[in-house]
């Protein structure tokens, strides 16, 4: 079982920063693979980015790439997304979620991930 928890939401201007936190909690962290989905009212929810199981696998919707950066810390059992040029079409609440696999890879594929956080809102406006 894992447990997740998301934090670092809030209100930014358009061109902003934040960056979003997801905690880990149970057993064979290492062993997941970790992703962030997005969800817009009234608007499907989509794969925003994830990451294998170690560092160096990472994926990235298209409208995001060069803007956002995932990363993990498996000691601190902690995955973070950083969100830099942000738009107003990134609103939305973020949720973190978790798979395991035995592969050093990651799909944006929701139907994949077993476990979900809470989620995060994120508003974008000036």
């Known amino acids: 079982q894992l447990q997740l928890v998301e934090s670092g939401g809030g209100l930014v201007q358009p061109g902003g920063s934040l960056r979003l936190s997801c905690a880990a909690s149970?057993?064979?962290?290492?062993?997941?693979?970790i992703g962030w989905f997005r969800q817009a009212p009234g608007l499907a929810r989509e794969g925003v980015s994830c990451?294998?199981?170690?560092?160096?696998?990472?994926n990235y919707l298209d409208s995001v790439k060069g803007r956002f950066t995932i990363s993990r810390d498996n000691v601190k059992n902690m995955v973070y997304l950083q969100m830099d040029g942000l738009k107003a079409e990134d609103a939305g609440v973020y949720y973190c979620?978790?798979?395991?696999?035995?592969?050093?890879?990651?799909?944006?594929?929701?139907?994949?991930?077993?476990?979900w956080g809470r989620g995060t809102q994120v508003a974008v406006s000036s």
């Open positions: 979620a978790a798979y395991w696999t035995v592969f050093n890879s990651c799909a944006l594929a929701s139907e994949q991930y077993n476990y």
């Open positions: 149970g057993s064979t962290w290492n062993s997941a693979a």
């Open positions: 990451i294998g199981r170690y560092v160096g696998y990472t």
